[in-house]
């Protein structure tokens, strides 16, 4: 068994385990019950090695599978990384997300060792070491969001930095960055009955809340999305206080004063300032 094929190399299979080629050199032996094969860098493959364990139901016996996996690079060293209580740590689970967190970035892959995350670069660098329960990259390079699973098994959102410095502290649902104006949302819906959606700068200063869901937010204006009991959207313009209602399917930050509206199956530019809309450029 073996993975989608992203680059040069080919698996093989000998004595019914799996390894990969390129051409006819072997570069990683053929001693895995699956393998996914480098990803497209093609610096990156993930092995596994298949486990029984007897089932702990003590009235029936039933042996249930699993998989644990190595990372291993093109010159055959696997993965080692130290976890947030400084073990050392070669071996991995494959969860369902494994092979779609090796695949999905170029320079970067998140590995999973005693449900907790922690993010890798394709050099085998550890970028992160105190494990989070997910972890996703940002649009602003220097920030990572990253979740964790509170004593009461809540998941609340956050905001870290490269040092694993804490930005914005794990109140939220979600988090989402404008890069353009330098701010972070964070939503509060579901987590925090009747608490304010936020927004900061990047040092992490609250700069604004508001009672409304935020699904933008730009240093002249909030773009508020109502759900009930129809869909649409509220511009606010924060210097003059004004609502203007805007009727959009969805909407995407275009420029500091501009957005993207969809309207039925078609894209517009939005002017905050003057509410204006024309066509996009073909």
Known sequence: MFGQIYS????FKNNLKWGIKQNDKVIIDAVYDTIFNFDIS??????CVKFRNPSPNKFIKVNTTGYVC???NNNNKILTIKNDINDTCSVFSLSKNSVKEL?????YFIVTTKNKKYLINKNFNQLTFKGY????????????IVEQKQDGGELLSGLINLKEEIIIDYNY???KVNTIDSLIVGCSAGVRVGADDDVYDYSGKKVGNYKRHIDVATKKFIIHKIFEPNEYYIVYNIETKQDVVLNAS?????NAYEIL??????WFIYNLTTNEKKSLPH
């Open 173 to 175: 649902s979600g988090i």
């Open 42 to 47: 093609g610096r990156v493959c993930l092995g």
């Open 103 to 107: 695949y999905e970035e170029k320079n």
């Open 133 to 144: 329960t997910t972890i996703s990259l940002c649009t602003n390079p220097n920030f990572l």
């Open 8 to 11: 040069q190399t080919t698996p």
């Open 250 to 254: 969805e909407i995407k930050l275009h």
């Open 70 to 72: 190595n990372y291993v």
């Open 261 to 266: 509206i969809k309207l039925r199956s078609e």
